[in-house]
């Protein structure tokens, strides 16, 4: 067989540590953020890439980007998903994006 099988879509849980960057929306004295993200890709390193890619564009500095895996694997892992999280995780898989669900500023004490 010549043709290649197209892989699946999955979606990823990323947690993306962003910084400080002149008009990226941040509340004025954080120093930065914790964003967690649901992003889709044929891998963890495309669903990485994306993500990276559209924050760039929201004019966020991403930092770090730490990978939870696939629903599956955080299932498997024992991580308690509730239906909001399984929603949004369908939402960025419907639409082959990345879903921002969560943002937490960080600031110096």
Do not use: H, W
């Amino acid at each position: 067989m010549t043709e290649t099988t197209k892989r699946p879509q999955q979606v990823y849980t990323l947690a993306v540590e962003v910084g400080r960057k002149p008009g990226d929306g941040l509340p004025e004295k954080s120093t930065g953020a914790a964003l967690m993200c649901y992003a889709s890709g044929i891998d963890e390193a495309e669903a990485v890439r994306e993500t990276v890619a559209i924050l760039k564009q929201a004019d966020l500095a991403p930092l770090d980007v730490s990978g939870y895996g696939t629903l599956e694997e955080r299932l498997a892992a024992g991580d308690e998903v509730d239906d909001e999280e399984r929603a949004l995780m369908a939402r960025a898989l419907a639409e082959n994006s990345v879903v921002v669900a969560q943002m937490t500023p960080f600031y110096n004490d």
